[in-house]
């Protein structure tokens, strides 16, 4: 059961701006899911090996030469606030 | 010489290397076609196919539809998503470059769910794609557009993605042929991340033969995707007639009773064509493939919970207004950006990855997925194929399952174990069955699943069962045959 | 209250000097344009994928194999959660549970592990801006954003500021010398941050730890953990706890702040990143870096001490730049048949100090004295053909114009006097001259001595051997 408190926890470390009745049936929702989700934590698997992915490969690399990078305006052509050739954000919070 | 629109890809094709079909006259009659869209499948359509960027010089294949998930250099790509409205990217996805390359027109881009998340596509920002069987029924997603254009006549064909069963499920309630390759086979560089470990790039087409072509074009190794491969030999068109010497595994297990009793039938009619072309059939156990939905709501959510974290509104897509500082910026673009279907999962993946959840969820869903790919390599031992049911019910209608997530995601019951295997599946249109709650009948697919990387043997067998089924059925108005 | 002791451990994040980033193929660059350097991978656009760079593997092994590490037969990559703007995809791609590289030391410190990952992007403040009330505006510039990083976590082996500066500069010289990354505090390519905590003397169990940033020169690393070393110290004796928490140092007055944390929870979701495979080194990928290691300082110096039997200080002097070295090596190579040790006091005693008499910021190797030059100097005043003060007086001609130790000499006349006969009469002139000195000494007082060996050095400038001299003063004023 996925109480409010931790809703709005996840919510804060994902990002995500949530109404208050977002909140609420989220936690309905999760909790729904999660229910279904358990049974998988009655199996025992303690000795089997996770699996990132099915790829077996190694060492995938790239030589370090390099490529033709974007121009200003291209990079910045999507962006919301351009200012200057760089991206404007409002400021974090002051640090210290 | 048939109608034009009749034409398979693979049909048409040859009569472009035979001189007999003008392949710009070919794409032009098919952007008139894809401009009479009352299906909602397509979010942007190239109505003269000049756009730049994508265009296409001098046309040598049939003209393709691409779902609205892959990158397009200079053209809207949204993914489905209110975030991204209006975004162009400044480079082109992999598969779509070899499409171009190919010589292959680019139509449009298709309707889709959000970020890929759902299997109905009701979860697009901009609005869903109508079933062209019955147009008060979901076509199934999240590669919804793509599969609505095909068996709609709107495109001979088209590419998609499947996380879950993206490709395989729209395509089984569309009534045509979806192919998700062996994980690795095809590049997913520009193909926007749902949950990497699992998405995958595959055909939609009428045909086998033209899921055959169509992938010929779009895999091999990329170096711009570390976990591409590539087949170990270029598909050839299957031209197998029987399955003498080939074993057919049911899995026990799958034998769900949530299937409707019309794709029961017409499951059960399929296996005895099998029989019927010297294929053998078998109960195999799949111990853990029930397990798989639950699996894959863990670690799909998960993944996608930090792939959708680049959208922030900082360096392209929307940003809402808001005062204050940066994190108040970010929670107001991504709560007027995501829809509930992605703001869900998001948060399910990032519960699921948050300290003190990791091993319970995280990490014991990867455990499972390794059990999960155990199961088909035992199976694998003794059969050539693992066949199922594609979807438990033909397509259901707009709004049946959108307030209740878990039903809408057991929809994935037939397809999520094999994409959490990594290896390829086919689903082909296996004839008609009647809904559940009545009505008019609708298509049903069957799902082959086959070892990583025998998709020439999984299309060659494909191919052979696709002739005796002789699905011809097309949806209203829609030529065919 | 027991005595206390500091523990300090380091955390350096060493950007390498690769041509491209980590992970996609834009040049790296240092006060560029914002922006020229970006790409849709490094801006973190839709349906990107990062493709490791072959180099920054390399450069790793050979931090790695400098570092005498343990490296993991098969590392992976993780992705480390966290919004924030100069993090473009919200999470970077860093090494956690298996870093390529494990145990190692560097002189007597150990390092607990090295680590790939990549770099964030600059933000640079520009205050209150109309749209925004409350807070301000920032601008982010992506160029440095992915620029591959090795971080190199130590053990808490080091006892002192001045130590871990000093050690900091050993890695700083070791990495320089590698050839793998500009280690330029100032410019940020080489950054040191210390973990620092006390204990009681002879207690085994670490205390409460500070995390201490942005101490952008050794100086500022020494005077940073110098003054948390004493914030702690007081804070112990006066009873009272250390919290953890992280601070920045201000140089400008020396200062300490705590530093609020960018995620006010800090939960980073760590995860391994499923679009990389793993690096699992070959055998040679291994050789390769290995055989590319340069003598380190840390290997010559001990060399220097065991073969040479230069004493530690010296060693480590000639040892750490690898010019002064060679320059040393050359030199006593042609010097022979002099102690190794009397050539390395040459080289870091008197031309280290003509050189900067000289005002000479110029090094031995690059000064006008060649090897083979200074080599016969040295053998000159070991065989007494001329005095040390002599020595000294050519060293500096050689250090000014260059050129040969032996014609210098001739033209200055600085030839020991080397005919008894000249030195006798000069010896009895000098006692003549001075009366009332040779009373004292034939009164037994030694001391007087000096004067008349003054008045012999001046009248033959310092020409004389002072050993011969003494002896015939002796000699004549019979004791
Ligand atoms: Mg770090
Ligand atoms: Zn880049």
């Excluded at chain 2, 539809?65 to 892959?70: E, N, P, R, T």
């Excluded at chain 2, 999240?142 to 006549?153: I, K, N």
């Excluded at chain 3, 060493?14 to 193929?25: D, Y």
């Excluded at chain 3, 320089?176 to 940020?188: F, K, T, Y």
């Amino acid at each position: 059961m996925i109480e409010r408190e931790q809703v709005l926890h996840v919510a804060k470390l994902a990002r995500l701006g949530l109404s208050d009745e977002e909140v609420e049936t989220m936690a309905g929702e999760l909790s729904g899911i999660l229910e279904h989700v358990d049974r998988i934590a009655a199996l025992d698997l303690d000795d089997v090996e996770p699996t990132t992915h099915v790829v077996e490969l190694e060492n995938v690399v790239r030589p370090d030469v390099p490529h033709e990078s974007l121009s200003p305006d291209v990079a910045l052509a999507s962006a919301p606030d351009p200012e200057g050739g760089a991206f404007r954000v409002p400021s974090p919070q002051a640090e210290e | 010489m048939k109608e034009l629109l009749a034409l398979t890809a693979l049909e048409a094709h040859e009569a472009m290397v035979a001189g007999e079909l003008d392949a710009s006259e070919y794409a032009e009659a098919w952007r008139a076609a894809a401009a009479g869209d009352e299906l909602n499948a397509y979010l942007w359509r190239d109505e003269d196919g000049d756009a730049p960027g994508i265009a296409v010089e001098r046309p040598s294949v049939a003209p393709i539809a691409v779902k609205d998930i892959f990158c397009t250099e200079g053209v809207p790509t949204t993914a489905g998503s209110r975030i991204l409205e209006g975004y162009r990217p400044p480079y082109t996805a992999t598969a779509v470059r070899k499409l171009i390359e190919a010589g292959a027109p680019i139509l449009g881009k298709t309707n889709m769910d959000e970020f890929a998340m759902g299997s109905s596509n009701e979860n697009s920002a901009y609005g869903p794609v109508l079933n062209p069987w019955d147009r008060s029924r979901v076509p199934g997603g999240s590669s919804g557009g793509s599969a609505a254009v095909v068996a709609g006549g709107l495109a001979p064909w088209a590419i998609g993605t499947d996380t879950g069963g993206s490709i395989r499920q729209p395509a089984a309630l569309c009534g045509i042929v979806g192919l998700k390759p062996t994980y690795g086979a095809i590049s997913r560089y520009g193909m926007i991340a749902f949950a990497s470990s699992l998405d995958q790039c595959g055909p939609f087409t009428r045909t086998v033969g033209d899921a055959a072509l169509l992938l010929a074009i779009l895999q091999g190794r990329d170096p711009c995707d570390s976990t591409s491969i590539g087949l170990p030999e270029a598909p050839r068109l299957p031209d197998r007639e029987d399955l003498s010497g080939l074993r057919f595994a049911v899995p026990a297990e799958l034998a769900s009773d949530a299937i409707e009793p019309g794709v029961r039938v017409v499951f059960e009619a399929t296996l005895a064509k099998i029989e019927g072309l010297g294929g053998e059939i078998a109960e195999a156990p799949l111990p853990h493939a029930e397990h798989g939905i639950s699996a894959y709501y863990v670690l799909a959510p998960a993944e996608a919970s930090s792939n959708l974290a680049r959208y922030d509104g900082v360096r392209y897509g929307m940003r809402a207004p808001s005062s204050g500082d940066v994190i108040e910026m970010y929670e107001a673009t991504r709560a007027e950006g995501f829809g509930a279907e992605v703001k869900r999962r998001i948060m399910l993946g990032t519960y699921a990855l948050s300290s003190g959840y990791y091993d319970a969820y995280y990490g014991q869903a990867q455990k499972v997925r390794t059990k999960i790919a155990g199961d088909f390599k035992s199976a694998f031992d003794d059969f050539d194929f693992v066949v199922t049911p594609t979807s438990p019910s033909v397509a259901f209608g707009l709004g049946e399952k959108t307030d209740d997530p878990l039903a809408m995601y057991l929809n994935d019951f037939f397809t999520v174990p094999m994409s959490l295997a990594g290896i390829p599946a086919i689903s082909i249109p296996a004839g008609l069955a009647e809904p559940s709650g009545g009505g008019p009948q609708l298509p049903v697919g069957f799902q082959i699943a086959a070892p990583a990387f025998a998709e020439q043997k999984l299309l060659d067998a494909a191919h052979a069962l696709e002739k005796a089924i002789g699905f011809d059925a097309r949806p209203q108005g829609v030529p065919g045959g | 209250m027991a005595e206390l002791e500091a523990v300090i451990g380091l955390e350096i994040h060493v950007q390498l000097a690769t041509r491209t980033k980590m992970f996609c193929g834009c040049e790296l660059s240092f006060g560029d344009e914002p922006n020229v350097h970006t790409c849709p991978i490094c801006l973190a656009h839709p349906g990107v994928l990062p493709v490791v760079n072959e180099q920054a593997i390399h450069y790793a092994l050979k931090i790695a194999a400098a570092l005498e590490c343990e490296v993991a037969p098969r590392s992976i990559f993780h992705r480390k959660n966290y919004f924030y703007p100069d993090s473009p995809k919200a999470y970077q791609i860093s090494q956690y549970d298996i870093p390529i590289a494990g145990a190692g030391r560097l002189g007597d410190v150990r390092i607990h592990r090295a680590h790939l990952e990549e770099d964030a992007a600059k933000m640079i403040h520009v205050g209150e801006s109309g749209r925004i009330h409350g807070s301000g505006a920032s601008l982010v510039d992506f160029n440095r954003g992915g620029t591959p990083l090795v971080e190199i976590v130590t053990e808490p082996d080091l006892r002192s500021a001045a130590e871990a500066a000093a050690w900091a500069r050993l890695l700083r010289e070791t990495v320089r010398q590698l050839g793998v990354s500009d280690v330029n505090m100032e410019e940020g390519s080489l950054r040191v941050d210390g973990n620092i905590s006390m204990r009681p003397v002879g207690s085994e169990e670490l205390g409460t730890k500070t995390e201490l940033k942005n101490m952008n020169s050794f100086r500022f690393l020494e005077r940073g953990i110098e003054a948390e070393l004493v914030r702690q110290r007081g804070l112990i004796e006066a009873g009272e706890k250390v919290e953890q928490e992280t601070l920045h140092f201000h140089p400008e007055d020396g200062s300490l702040h705590p530093l609020r944390s960018k995620e006010e929870a800090h939960d980073y979701r760590y995860f391994p990143e499923p679009d990389l495979v793993a690096i699992a080194p070959t055998e040679e990928m291994l050789r390769e870096a290995r055989e590319s290691l340069p003598e380190l300082p840390a290997a010559r110096a001990q060399r220097y001490q065991d073969e040479l039997d230069l004493p530690e200080d010296v060693a480590a002097l000639l040892a750490a730049d690898p010019e002064t070295a060679g320059y040393f090596e050359q030199t006593s190579k042609e010097a022979s048949g002099v102690e190794p040790r009397v050539v390395a006091n040459w080289v870091t005693g008197e031309l280290a100090a003509a050189l900067r008499q000289e005002g000479r910021e110029a090094s031995a190797s690059e000064s006008k004295v060649e090897p083979a030059a200074l080599a016969s100097l040295i053998s000159m005043v070991q065989e007494k053909k001329i005095s040390h003060g002599s020595g000294k007086t050519v060293l500096a001609a050689l250090v000014a114009e260059g050129g040969e130790p032996a014609t210098i000499v001739e033209r200055e006349g600085l030839a020991q006097i080397s005919d008894s006969g000249e030195l006798d009469s000069i010896v009895a002139a000098a006692i003549e001259a001075n009366p009332e000195a040779a009373e004292q000494i034939r009164a037994g007082n030694g001391k007087a001595i000096g004067a008349i060996v003054g008045a012999v050095m001046k009248e033959t400038k310092g020409r004389a051997d002072g050993g011969e001299v003494n002896r015939l003063i002796k000699e004549k004023l019979g004791d």
